[in-house]
């Protein structure tokens, strides 16, 4: 009788329909993903974090000018790129396809100025011989933690640009709905949101006196 019942109450919370959580299966996905990369990068962040209390000798190697700039520039690429990717949403809702396909190239604009930056600032720590197990400014694990964090996070921008370069040339061509750039924006601010973590972290808490 219990079981009966039970059934009857999930039967009409559903209805039977093809979307049990009223939401597409590629939306789906891509927010559990999110949350499964979420716990990823808070592992990342918290070992970073645990490193540097625990190290009397952190180094503080990011003077204000170039390095500071420089991250808070690529920061504003990052959070503008944001704008357009929701812009580009908006107009693939309006089946607008070649104005979502020149905000979604912004948006990759914006990625790829990010990677250039913050490939520039690892060759630049690179020359002043920072390694992953040593470097001249102090504590030893400062170079494997910052480039196993920043790393990471580059390599999901990366990622994304490729991402909605697929994207823009499927929406372009109408191959992919709407639908597929709400998700690839998904992913996109979860990037950003990610960064928002880490400049304070690994820059600002690591100027140079």
């Known amino acids: 009788m219990a079981e009966a019942h039970t059934q009857a109450v999930t039967a009409s919370l559903w209805g039977g329909g093809v979307r049990p959580y009223a939401m ?39 003077a204000f000018s170039p390095a500071i700039l420089g991250a808070t520039l690529m920061t504003f690429f990052l959070l503008s790129s944001s704008l357009t990717m929701v812009m580009a949403v908006a107009a693939a809702h309006r089946q607008e396809h070649k104005r979502a396909v020149r905000y979604l190239l912004l948006t990759m604009l914006g990625g790829i100025a990010f990677i250039v930056l913050h490939t520039r600032e690892w060759l630049h720590l690179i020359h002043d011989g920072v390694r992953p197990f040593a470097n001249p400014y102090g504590a030893a694990m400062f170079g494997g933690t910052f480039f196993g964090l920043t790393g990471m996070h580059m390599l999901h921008v990366t990622i994304g640009v490729v991402y909605l370069g697929i994207v823009a040339y ?39 006196p």
């Not at 191959?175 to 304070?200: Q, T």
């Open 170 to 208: 499927g929406f372009g061509t109408k191959k992919f709905k709407s639908e597929d750039i709400e998700v690839c924006g998904l992913y996109w601010h979860f990037v950003d949101l990610v960064w928002m973590f880490i400049f304070p972290l690994v820059y600002l808490l690591s100027v140079k």
């Open 24 to 62: 597409g299966s590629k939306k789906l996905g891509m927010w559990l993903f999110i949350i499964a990369d979420a716990l990823t990068f808070s592992i990342l962040i918290l070992a970073y974090a645990y490193i540097r209390l625990a190290s009397p000798d952190w180094p503080k190697p990011f």
